[in-house]
């Protein structure tokens, strides 16, 4: 049984969902394995995962505009402001998606299904640079 | 240390929780392993997992009567809609529940909790056959 | 290649969330291990895991705020309240967060980012003790 790990860097510029499938893919499924597990991991608290559809770009700007009703800038429920109106529902926003993801390896690939991706869901309208983990068992 | 994979098909017969946990358990709980973690993956994103109460069957009406509330069909939002009403929030009610669920394996068998359920969450209305690829790793 | 497990019990008192990040990182990164995955996984649907900011303690309150209003105690939407006003709540508010989290270990510690801290959020007025299992494999 082997392990790999690798880090991603996104420089995200903005609210908005970045698709990382091919950075991932290109990593894990040319490390040899037949079968294995996929862990990605972000180390953010205003920036998440989610796997989505990856077909139709509609898909990402609605999911965006859901996340935006539900949560809003501003949103006088919310004391922890100091880092601006967009601070806490950035957290929120992840709470509600995902910090990790697990994908089986599974025939030498990253199981996904023919229409999912992988993306960075950065929930901040500043710049800033995003680091996730990935990290591989297998053999 | 040894690993193995298997795959659910589940025939989802429109919008609703479909308790998988037999068809895991069943599996994982069989493989000889002491110890180990047992990884779950849909390869959908108009359908997902959840762990939940298996107990009260109410818990499930009241689970998809709250996912219906937060993400209804047809919402005026959502600018994706050339697969209908239920195609965007489905990916919505995705995005907010998990794509993989992690269990471990103690003393032989995955580690639920006693009123733990998993579930198949499908959120289209249609009929579809749903796949989650199932990964076991460890001795 | 190695495995290791753990239980950790919380005493919850009440709705809200709790720091485990101490008892979790003193066990883990004490193994001796390396490269590793760690496996949090929480036996219960009435609380939940979470990993966000550690901070500032007023996220948690505005978090906590957050879910109050988004699955209010007492919806008139629920049928399964037999245990409570909280009881369907509960539900709901562990469907949105975690049941299970998967963290990378490199170089010998849980790859937490620099803000993270991973919480117990517990979801019921009332006094609970939780567990959660913690499994590690890795070398």
Redesign the interface.
Known sequence: ?R?F?QQISVKAQGRRLYDITPQVLNWANQLGLN???L?L?????SASL????NY?S??L???E??FN???PDGDA????T?EGPDD?PA??R???????????I?DGKA??????GIFLFEHRHMSATR?I???V???
Chains 1, 2, 3 share one sequence.
């Open positions: 049984m392990q790990t079968t294995g597990l862990t991991y972000i180390q953010h608290t989610l796997i989505n559809e139709d509609d898909v700007v609605d999911m505009a859901f009703r539900i949560a429920l919310f004391i922890h100091v806490m957290h929120v992840t709470a509600l998606t995902q910090t990790s993801l697990s994908i089986p599974i199981a996904l299904g023919q229409w999912q680091r983990i990935m990290h068992i297998g053999e």
